[in-house]
């Protein structure tokens, strides 16, 4: 099975701050690989999928890039709104997925 | 827009089966797009994928629950099941139920989430 490897699992950065995210995969997993905000007491909400392209609706501050077994989710200036965790999730074996452990993100 | 709302026991007692519905609203369960799937968090930890399934009553479930696991699907009703056996502790967990893209496999939308505590 693949395994998803986010790190770090928490980080704590000024509003304005660029934050960046990574995940990495036991193996080569093209782009198959989505990311989810999830605020406390919520269902996770879709943010990125296929490694880069953002979801409609999504602020342009989230991005995110790689492929194979390595990519990074940013917001390039950190909101209030953006507190929460989130999370990277792989598909390269349809439809059968894993996610990373998870990022709590925090304001300074 | 499409909305999932899951529903069922909050409490199951350990050694028990845990049973839950999905039901799909303002979209047809029967799209051959999507499939529909099942994903847990236990309080305080990260997400799992327990399985999906097809419109046509095709399943594919997590190997580690693959053997107490059953998905199935009404497609009259416009909802699908999951049915978990000989629980523990530890399958206490908040239980989505959500649309899982076909091709890209993304997951939305995703039903608000019910906690499922195994205790006796």
């Known amino acids: 099975d693949i395994q998803m490897t986010q790190s770090p699992s928490s980080l704590s950065a000024s509003v304005g701050d660029r934050v960046t995210i990574t995940c990495q995969a036991s193996?080569?997993?093209?782009?198959?690989l989505n990311w989810y905000q999830q605020k406390p007491g919520k269902a996770p909400n879709l943010l990125i999928y296929?490694?880069?392209n953002l979801e409609t609706g999504v602020p342009s501050r989230f991005s995110g890039s790689g492929s194979g077994t390595d990519f990074t989710f940013t917001i390039s200036s950190l909101q209030p709104e953006d507190i929460a965790t989130y999370y990277c999730q792989q598909y390269d074996n349809l439809p059968s997925l894993t996610f990373g452990g998870g990022t709590e993100v925090e304001i300074k | 827009q499409l909305q999932l709302q899951e529903s069922g026991p909050g409490l199951v007692k350990p050694s028990e089966t845990l049973s839950l519905t999905c039901t799909v609203s303002g979209g047809s369960i029967s799209s051959s797009s999507f499939y529909w799937g099942w994903i847990r968090q236990p309080p305080g930890k990260g997400l799992e994928w327990i399985g999906s399934i097809y419109y046509s009553g095709t399943t594919y479930y997590n190997s580690s629950l693959k053997s107490r696991l059953t998905i199935s699907v009404d497609t009259s009703k416009n909802q699908f099941s999951l049915k978990l056996s000989s629980v523990t502790a530890a399958d206490t967990a908040v239980y989505y139920c959500a649309r899982q893209g076909l091709i890209s496999s993304w997951v939305d939308p995703w039903g608000q989430g019910t906690l499922v505590t195994v205790s006796s």
């Open positions: 193996q080569d997993i093209r782009d198959y």
């Open positions: 296929d490694a880069s």
